[in-house]
């Protein structure tokens, strides 16, 4: 069973920067597509951005010129390097395949404010 460890959440003053990284373990990671997630209090988890096996990105609107999804499958490694942060961002964040969804980590929190 694959296993995800998310990190790199902190509190942050809006306008600054966090880069965070999510660790795979137990599976092939490289064949993957995969997810960073967000969830913030008393929302639904939102998929905020998405790279596949072979580094095509996406990136949601609402992050879309701030966030930059990047892999780097020598390491099982995903990141989300988020730039001008701003109090909206303020959530757990969370990876994942995009489907066939592996069990949920504990996710990292990130709080934007001033």
């Known amino acids: 069973q694959v296993q995800l460890v998310e990190s790199g959440g902190g509190l942050v003053q809006p306008g600054g920067s966090l880069r965070l990284s999510c660790a795979a373990s137990?599976?092939?990671?490289?064949?993957?597509?995969m997810g960073w997630y967000r969830q913030a209090p008393g929302k639904q988890r939102e998929l905020v951005a998405t790279?596949?096996?072979?580094?095509?990105?996406y990136t949601a609107d609402s992050v879309k010129g701030r966030f930059t999804i990047s892999r780097v499958n020598a390491k099982n490694t995903m990141y989300l390097q988020m730039n001008n942060l701003k109090p909206e961002d303020t959530a757990v964040y969370y990876c994942?395949?995009?489907?066939?969804?592996?069990?949920w980590g504990q996710g990292t929190q990130v709080t934007v404010s001033s």
């Open positions: 137990g599976g092939i990671f490289r064949l993957y597509d």
């Open positions: 790279i596949t096996n072979t580094g095509n990105a």
């Open positions: 994942n395949r995009l489907s066939f969804q592996f069990n």
